[in-house]
C-alpha cells in the first residue's frame, strides 16, 4: 500500500468520526427541556383532586425527564388507586432496578411497592417489602404500623405480638390487652387444628397479659370442654363471671350444659343470683333465672322475672312473650293480652346486635376486632 492511499484511508476515517460526534452533539441539544411548571402543576392538580389531569401531566413529565423518580412513584400510586394493579406494580418494580436511586428514593419505593401488595391481595410479599423497610429504618413508627397490619391480614399473630410488643409507644395497659387478644387468637388457631393442649397455653398467657380477657376465659372453658375436663371448663367460665359480670351471657348456655353434665345443675341459680347482686338490671341473667324458675314450676318467680326485664328492656322480645305464655297458663288472659298487644308499637330486634364503636359496623356475633376498621376493644363487650 503506498503511503498516499494510506493517508487517504485515514482522512476518511477522521472525516466519518467527526460527522458522527457533530450528529450526536446536535441529537443531544435536541434533548425536550423539562418544563418545571408541568411537573408543579401536576403536584397542584393531585392536591386538588384532579387525578386525570395530574395523570396526564405527570406522564408527560415522565417523558421529558425518566430522571425525575417522584413522578413515576406518583404515577404508579395512581395506577393502584385506579385499581390498576399489574401497572402500578410495574412501574415500582422498574424503579427499584435504578442504581442511581437514592437511600430516600429506594425507601419511598419499597413503600408504593407495599401498597401495590396489598392493595392486590399480595399480603406476604407487602410483609417482605416492609420487613426491609423496617430493617433500613428500626424506628419509623409508620412503617412499623403498616407491617403490623399486614401481620393481622395474614392471621400472624406471632410476628404482629412480637412487634407490637417491640414498638408499641400506647399506653401500657391498652398495648397489653391487644397483646392479649393476639395470644388469644394464635390460640384458637391451634385449637382449630385440634392442638388444645397449645391453645390453652396460648389462652393463660394471654392472661398474663390482660387479667380480665374475656376470650381467653371463655375459649379455655371450650378447650377444656372439648377434652372432657367439665370442672376445669366450669372453673374458668366462673372467673370470667367473677371478673367481667356483664360478659357472662356469653358462656351462660355452656355453663348451665356443663353444670348439668357435672350433676350440679342446681348450682346455676346460685350463680345467676351473684351476677344479679352485682348488677340487678342485667337482662341476661335475668332472663336465664327467669327460665329456670319456669322449668322448676316456680311460676310466679318467673313472672316476676320476666317482669323486671321489661321494665328494663321493653323490647326483650323473648321475655314478652314468655311472660304472656306464663300469663296464659295462669288464667290471666287480659295481662296476657295487653302484653301482646303492647308489641304491635315495638320493633325488637331478632337478636343482640354488637355495634363497633369506632366505624359503626354491626354484627350479630361478639367480636374483639372489627372487620370493617380493624380496631381492637370497639365492641363496648
Partial sequence: MSAGHFLSIVFAFVIIFTVMAFLWSRAKGKKRKVSPE????????LLAGEERTAFQQLRQVARDDPDNVDAYLRLGDLFRKNKRYDKALQIHRELTLRPSLTQEEKEEVLTSLAEDYSASGKHDKAISALEELLKASEKDEKVAFRLLSEYEETG?????????????????????????????????????????????VAYKEALNYDEKCVPAYIYL????????????????????????????????????????????????????ERILSHNPKDTFALFALARIYEKKGMAEAAIEKYKQIVDVDSTFLSARLSLAKLYQEEGRKDESTDLLDDLIEILPPAERVFTCQQCGHTTGQPLWRCPSC????SFDI
Avoid at 414498638?167 to 393476639?182: C, M, P, V, W
Avoid at 360478659?247 to 342446681?266: M, P, Q, T
Avoid at 380493624?374 to 376493644?377: A, D, E, G, Q
Fill in 221 to 272: 372453658g371450650q378447650a377444656y370442654h372439648r377434652d372432657q375436663r367439665l370442672k376445669d371448663a366450669v372453673q374458668y367460665w366462673k372467673k370470667l363471671l367473677e371478673l367481667a359480670p356483664d360478659a357472662g351471657y356469653l358462656v351462660f348456655d355452656e355453663l348451665e350444659k356443663a353444670l348439668f353434665e357435672l350433676g350440679e345443675y342446681g348450682e346455676i341459680s346460685e350463680v345467676y
Fill in 156 to 200: 400472624d399473630w406471632e410476628e404482629a405480638f412480637q412487634l407490637r410488643k417491640k414498638t408499641s409507644h400506647r399506653r401500657e395497659d391498652e398495648a397489653n390487652r391487644i397483646l392479649a387478644l393476639y395470644k388469644v387468637l394464635w390460640g384458637r388457631d391451634r385449637a382449630e387444628k385440634g392442638e388444645l393442649h397449645k391453645a390453652r
Fill in 38 to 45: 408541568l411537573y408543579i402543576d401536576a403536584l397542584k392538580a
Fill in 374 to 377: 380493624k380496631s381492637w376493644n
